[in-house]
């Protein structure tokens, strides 16, 4: 019984640990990717773009910490979106490092796809206790 209630009440810090670390690697891509773009309407698209998927991020590491299914997915979205993003990023200057860039995106793709696959998979396993053994909404909230 005491693993079962580790199980049920433990946080989902390792998922939402990760959807953090991608907060921290896309902060890191947009400060770079902004600083060396030519001003014009497209480094207003680039940050709220960034704003967006960091509000977003940020939402989905609280939920998926409490297991939410539908935030997990979120997060897998995302990370799909993120990765979509470097398609849309406009040319950088000559001395940006175009390629280290690329690799702190992908980076932080892979981060937030894992996190969110993962507590998807914990999450589901967490119901599935719950509603094996006849838990409560109740008892979960006390």
Do not use: H
């Not at 989905?60 to 993120?82: F, H, T």
């Amino acid at each position: 019984m005491k693993n079962i209630e580790r199980v049920i009440y433990e946080k989902n810090k390792a998922g939402a640990g990760a959807i953090f670390l991608f907060i921290i690697l896309n902060i890191i891509y947009s400060i770079y990717a902004i600083k060396d773009m030519q001003v014009d309407y497209q480094v207003g698209i680039q940050v709220l773009i960034a704003i967006v998927s960091l509000l977003l991020g940020f939402l989905a590491a609280v939920k998926v910490e409490r297991y939410s299914i539908p935030w997990c997915y979120v997060a897998i979205v995302i990370g799909v979106l993120q990765g979509l993003r470097v398609l849309f990023t406009p040319e950088l200057s000559e001395e940006s490092p175009v390629f280290l860039l690329n690799m702190v995106l992908l980076i932080s793709v892979l981060t937030v796809i894992m996190g969110g696959y993962y507590s998807l998979k914990l999450s589901k396993a967490r119901s599935e206790l719950i509603f094996k053994n006849k838990i409560s909404e109740e008892t979960l909230r006390s």
